[in-house]
């Protein structure tokens, strides 16, 4: 009879005592241990989940954002495209996990809403921060968290700060020569559409050869919001199966909302030079 397989005798650790494991590396007890349902619905674990997770890579999603935007401010451009491709593999993950969630339906939701209080990913101070570093910028979107000094703070310093696409338009600038009134803005509003800037964009996508560097930088931006859209997108249907159109959580119209979100536009000039090519 064989005996049955112990990996030991290839050189796997077995004891642990004293010494770092994996789930000490990766702090689970604390990670497993912070679902705390507040029902006893089936679904409230998956909801809780979907969320947690989603925060985790909107965790990823910041700190490659915030490497890519310093790099491409010391004109590193490949740095910072290799993070771009990251932040939009984050989202297509973040897009793909919306198929686990619709599988709980109205009658599953109606089950457990009510423990949610008034709380809502509206509340998600990740995704403002996000949508700041991006350049949809809303100074009101940052009440909600005046009862959390820390991060109102941390949410009102990126208003100070210039955007991801602030940064790509001053290396666009530097090839290019774009208005005063572009580059000295004022960085709490949104970036305004500008015909200067799509005057310039448009020159870099017909002589891509001339302006490679510029041409890959403006694909990735594209890139990153195209994938952004596709997860409001996702979020506005999976919100409509779910409750239809009643209010949210968080206080707004719900699907209303949502819609009207799908109309920023975070890099307009890019989507709209496409238009006179
Ligand atoms: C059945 C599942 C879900 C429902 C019914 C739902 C519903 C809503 C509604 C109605 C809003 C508008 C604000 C409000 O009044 O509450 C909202 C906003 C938001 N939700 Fe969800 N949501 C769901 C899942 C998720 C998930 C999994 C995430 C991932 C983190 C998420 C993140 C957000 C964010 C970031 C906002 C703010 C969007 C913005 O301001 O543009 N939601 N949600």
């Avoid at 004293?18 to 990766?26: H, I, T």
């Avoid at 500008?194 to 560097?213: C, F, K, L, S």
Wanted: hydrophobic share 40%; no cysteine.
């Amino acid at each position: 009879m064989t005996k049955p397989y112990d990996p030991e005798g290839e050189g796997a650790r077995m004891s642990f005592d004293g010494a770092m494991s994996y789930g000490d590396y990766l702090q689970l007890d604390k990670v497993l241990n912070a679902q705390a349902p507040i029902s006893k619905a089936h679904d409230e674990l998956l909801f809780i989940i979907q969320h947690q997770t989603s925060e985790l890579w909107m965790r990823l999603a910041v700190h490659e954002l915030t490497a890519a935007r310093e790099a491409l401010q010391g004109a590193d451009m490949r740095p910072a495209f290799k993070m771009l491709s990251r932040v939009s593999r984050i989202f297509e993950q973040l897009n793909g996990a919306w198929d686990v969630l619709r599988t709980m339906t109205p009658s599953d939701y109606t089950t457990f809403r009510s423990s949610l209080g008034q709380s809502s990913g509206f509340q998600s101070y990740q995704y403002r921060q996000i949508e700041f570093i991006l350049g949809n910028r809303n100074r009101a979107m940052i009440r909600p968290h005046a009862h959390r000094p820390d991060l109102a703070e941390l949410l009102e310093a990126e208003l100070d700060r210039p955007s991801l696409y602030d940064v790509a338009l001053r290396a666009l600038h530097a090839s290019i020569p774009l208005p005063e009134t572009v580059l000295r803005r004022d960085l709490a509003l949104p970036h305004a559409d500008d015909a200067a800037v799509v005057a310039a964009w448009t020159e870099v996508y017909r002589h891509p050869e001339q302006h490679w560097a510029l041409y890959e930088l403006a694909e990735k931006l594209v890139d990153l919001e195209d994938y952004f859209r596709r997860w409001r997108f996702n979020h506005v249907t999976t919100v409509e199966r779910v409750i239809g159109f009643k209010r949210g959580t968080g206080g707004t119209g719900g699907v209303s909302y949502l819609k009207r979100m799908l109309e920023v536009e975070l890099f307009p000039e890019l989507w709209h030079l496409r238009t006179g090519l």
